[in-house]
């Protein structure tokens, strides 16, 4: 309420301690006194802010300056101020203002001088709130300030904007409000003569690295301007809740349309930050079109399962072309949705797959117009998924002989597997296949691995079942990268990697075919899918079989060989034992018994292998001269076959050996083992004999190379890869770059 009285006088300005009344007199005279306010709001502070712009000192932040507003100095043209301070009993407290001036003095607007006196003396929180209020109930947004304002330091008071300081408020109560660690908000500035966009993760495990920030930032496609810590634990420190606010641009200088991609971004930032998503050059998509992040997946998992199939484009580069394209990126997602959804569209698709090929033949760039091309292929070539199951894990079945640029041979199906720790692919040659499950280190070939194993599957499995089958998968994430994966973390991602292949694969009920829950099935029926222990797996049958049984798989202990309630075939050593008859079947015929006349070997593999340990096993009379596999090389010129057998015997037997565990005083004289990280290995004069090589010294490479070529009775091949090729094919004919360095022609192999 305001009584108004002009006189000679300007006094009486009282703000009872509520705040919700205010009594203001005025009158006009040479001086200007009369502000009375309750003694709780820090009346010296109140003043002391008072005294500095009635001197016209400038204020800490131009946002503190336009929020107090005009001072009484500036206002009333003085050359000097004095005031003065009285406590009253009752709690108020009176401050007296003098303003000196020259001359006459100013007409002040009263309204003018009464708002900025209530502004002055009302608390940041008050302002807070305000500005809170714009987006919420005025009591909803005042509550909020009050439960949250301790958290906020000084430091954040004085520089932050009342809209930021709004938004920071309602975040952290919307954090606080549930189990998560970690919340993402994002606002333009206002009122601001640069504005940025501010993208703002808030942390309860307090400060985080800007390493892990960083990147996910600027894989928006973003500049980062500036970035701003603030501890919010509070006077208490209660919690250890942190805020990191980075203010960015787009690369044209502009601010985000965050009405539009802002929910976008912020979802993906969270579930990045929570582990549940991944951040790369894709994720420019979240602002270039309406895509969210989970969408983006389908897009990221077709690009790093097309890698596999066809590595001529970097990942990288796969994702600048869908940046260069977005209106097609966002096109594909909708045509795999049109297609694979619960709302599937037949008459969508037609038209969405039209308007594709439309652009696509209209695109200038050969690259791109081969990387989106494959895309769309690849959707083509798609048969089922379990995008649409919601497990957090994307599978995708596929036609082989439908995918773009896929080698030879073309299995009949495959199925590649997505999540965020493990990645992997089935390949099938036939509706009723056999082969085991492998995890593989091979993280950026394993679908070459996986071929080439798949190969031999259909070989030897032809008087077992009508053809063979291979899977393997990689652990795309551990928690110590120095250390490698745990066993546990193993037996998770072969979980993971099972779960994902029986996701898009059909049930058997009472001998009717059920297909399963949330998947659109684009081929026939097919029910009988098998696995069996691998290397790294070789424990991990029950684990499948437990799956199985889990999710009501027709096959439930059959599932996988092995384990409680099968066979251990690794332990039987099945597979070497079949090769072996043919080894004796072939010495057979050149008059030559392996089990009791000596030959000579070089092999591929060491004895925690299935193939080569347990082939290794199978003659006393075998003389190993030399082997490698990933790690090491192992050389015995000329070695004791009953002695070195023991010796093989002894690391068999120890799980998960390599050949550093080989006993080095069994080793003939100028042998040894060495590591395949050495820059240069000593070739003795014992080991030139028996390589038939005249150098003295050899990179890991050459070495292998040469043993490949040593003249020798047997080649024993128990490892992974493609070591031998034709005189007329290339190293891409291969299809296996890890081995390029180490591979010779098939007319170099002077073995039997």
């Known amino acids: 309420t305001f009584g108004t009285h002009f006189n000679q006088s300007l006094e009486g300005v009282k703000l009872p301690s509520s705040l919700q009344t205010l009594t203001f007199g005025v009158y006009f005279n040479q001086s200007l006194e009369g502000v009375t306010l309750p003694s709780s709001l820090q009346t010296l502070s109140f003043g002391e802010r008072l005294e500095q712009s009635l001197e016209g000192v400038a204020l800490p932040s131009s946002s503190l300056k336009y929020t107090y507003g005009a001072d009484f100095y500036q206002r009333f043209e003085g050359v000097s101020v004095d005031y003065q301070l009285t406590l009253g009993e009752t709690g108020d407290a009176r401050i007296h203002f003098t303003v000196w001036v020259e001359g006459s003095i100013p007409l002040v607007p009263f309204e003018d001088l009464e708002r900025e006196v209530y502004t002055l003396t009302r608390t940041w929180e008050d302002r807070v709130a305000e500005a809170l209020a714009k987006t919420r109930d005025q009591t909803e947004a005042r509550a909020l300030v009050d439960a949250h304002a301790r958290r906020y330091p000084s430091s954040f008071r004085v520089s932050a904007p009342l809209d930021g300081a709004a938004h920071s408020v309602a975040e952290v109560d919307a954090l606080l409000s549930v189990d998560e660690p970690i919340r993402v908000g994002i606002h333009n500035e206002v009122d601001s003569e640069e504005p940025l966009t501010r993208i703002v993760v808030y942390s309860r495990d307090g400060k985080r690295d800007l390493s892990e920030m960083l990147p996910l930032v600027e894989d928006l496609g973003l500049r980062v301007i500036e970035e701003i810590p603030t501890s919010l634990s509070g006077e208490d420190d209660t919690d250890d809740l942190f805020s990191h606010d980075f203010g960015v641009l787009a690369f044209d200088g502009r601010c985000l349309e965050v009405a539009d991609c802002g929910p976008r971004v912020a979802a993906a930032l969270t579930a990045t930050l929570r582990g549940e998503s991944e951040s790369d050059g894709l994720s420019r998509l979240l602002v270039l079109t309406e ?28 994702a600048a072309a869908f940046a260069a394209h977005p209106d097609i990126a966002g096109d594909l997602v909708k045509l795999f949705e049109a297609r694979f959804s619960p709302e599937a569209d037949a008459a969508a698709e037609t038209t969405l797959r039209e308007s594709l090929m439309a652009r696509l033949d209209a695109e200038a760039s050969l690259d791109e117009d ?87 599957q259909m070989t030897k499995n032809v008087v077992i079942v009508p053809t063979g089958a291979k899977g393997g998968f990689v652990l795309r994430h551990v928690a110590d990268s120095s250390a490698g994966p745990s066993s546990q973390e193993v037996r998770d991602a072969y ?25 659109r099935v684009l081929d026939g029926e097919d029910p009988y899918f098998v696995v069996a ?49 043919s080894v004796r079947h072939h010495f057979a015929e050149i008059d030559v018994d392996v089990q009791t006349d000596p030959i000579t070997v070089i092999g ?43 010796e093989r015997e002894r690391i068999a037997g120890l799980g998960r050996s390599s050949w550093d565990d080989y006993n080095r005083t069994l080793i003939s004289p100028g ?34 190379a040469s043993i490949r070529k040593a003249p020798v009775d047997l080649l024993w091949n128990g490892g992974i890869g493609t070591y031998v090729k034709a005189s007329f094919e290339t190293n891409d004919d291969a299809q296996d770059r890890s081995n390029d360095a180490v591979r010779v022609d098939g007319r170099e192999l002077r073995g039997w």
């Open 533 to 581: 222990a691998d290397r790294g797996t070789a424990s991990f049958s029950d684990t499948a079989n437990d799956i199985a049984a889990e999710r009501g798989f027709w096959l439930d202990d059959a599932f996988a060989s092995g384990g409680s309630s099968g066979y251990d075939h690794k332990a039987l050593g099945i597979t070497a034992r079949g090769a072996w008859e």
């Open 495 to 519: 979980r993971t990697f099972i779960g994902g292949l029986l996701d898009v694969t059909d049930n058997l009920d009472d001998g009717s075919v059920v297909h399963p829950d949330g998947v």
């Open 604 to 646: 591929v593999g060491d004895m925690s292998g299935d193939v080569f340990g347990n082939g290794m096993l199978l003659s006393r009379s075998i003389k190993l001269v030399a082997a490698f596999d990933h790690r090491h090389i192992f050389i015995d010129p000329d070695p004791e076959p009953e002695r070195s057998f023991a």
């Open 370 to 456: 081969r990387i989106l091309r494959g895309f769309l292929g690849l959707i083509d070539a798609t048969v089922r998924t379990s995008a649409y199951r919601e497990t957090g894990v994307v599978s995708f079945k596929l036609l082989s002989r439908l995918v773009p640029a896929v080698p030879d041979p073309k299995p009949l199906y495959e199925i590649f597997v997505f999540a965020p720790d493990v990645a992997g692919v089935h390949l099938r040659g036939g509706p009723v296949a056999r082969g085991g499950i492998r995890w593989s280190i091979r993280r950026e070939d394993y679908r070459t691995e996986v071929l080439g194993l798949m190969k031999a």
């Open 671 to 704: 042998g040894g083992v060495f590591s395949r990280s050495l820059k240069r290995i000593e070739v003795t004069e014992a080991m030139q004999r028996v390589l038939d090589t005249s150098m003295s010294a050899m990179n890991p490479q050459q070495l292998i």
């Open 291 to 318: 895509l969210d992040h989970n969408r983006i997946n389908i897009l990221r998992a077709y690009r790093s399962y097309w890698h596999l199939v066809n590595p001529a484009f970097s990942k990288p580069y796969v």
